[in-house]
């Protein structure tokens, strides 16, 4: 037992890890997504008539991000967030909605300027 859980650990380390800023640059699709060091997220989509945002709590086992919503508004004729799947392709999370599948691409945003 205690071998699997060292092999998990390790695991865990090797993964890049998934915290950031992401961007959806699909045709027809706007979506935002940033997952916090601290366990939080704050998530933004506008996809043909529907705006939707969400924050919450994310997890991740490698290789899916889970999101749970504690508010989420516009949530078109489908369910909110409580444990949503995004796969991790990559630099990519990959997230099923709306009969679509939204392809976040991480983006690096410069640093905040010193406030000296």
């Not at 998934?18 to 916090?36: C, H, I, K, P, W």
């Not at 078109?76 to 392709?89: A, G, Q, S």
């Not at 939204?102 to 983006?107: D, L, N, S, V």
Request: aromatic share 10%; charged share 25%; no cysteine.
């Amino acid at each position: 037992m205690g071998v699997l859980i060292a092999a998990l650990l390790l695991a865990a380390t090797d993964a890049p890890p998934v915290t950031g800023f992401y961007r959806s640059n699909q045709m027809e699709v706007g979506a935002a997504l940033e997952l916090d060091p601290d366990g939080r997220f704050m998530y933004q989509l506008d996809y043909g008539a529907v705006s939707e945002a969400a924050e919450g709590t994310w997890v991740s086992d490698g290789a899916t991000v889970y999101l749970t919503a504690t508010r989420m508004e516009g949530a078109y004729k489908t369910h909110n967030f409580n444990r949503e799947p995004l796969k991790i392709d990559g630099d990519r999370l990959l997230l099923g909605r709306y009969d679509t599948v939204i392809r976040f691409e991480r983006e690096d945003l410069p640093a905040p300027p010193d406030k000296k």
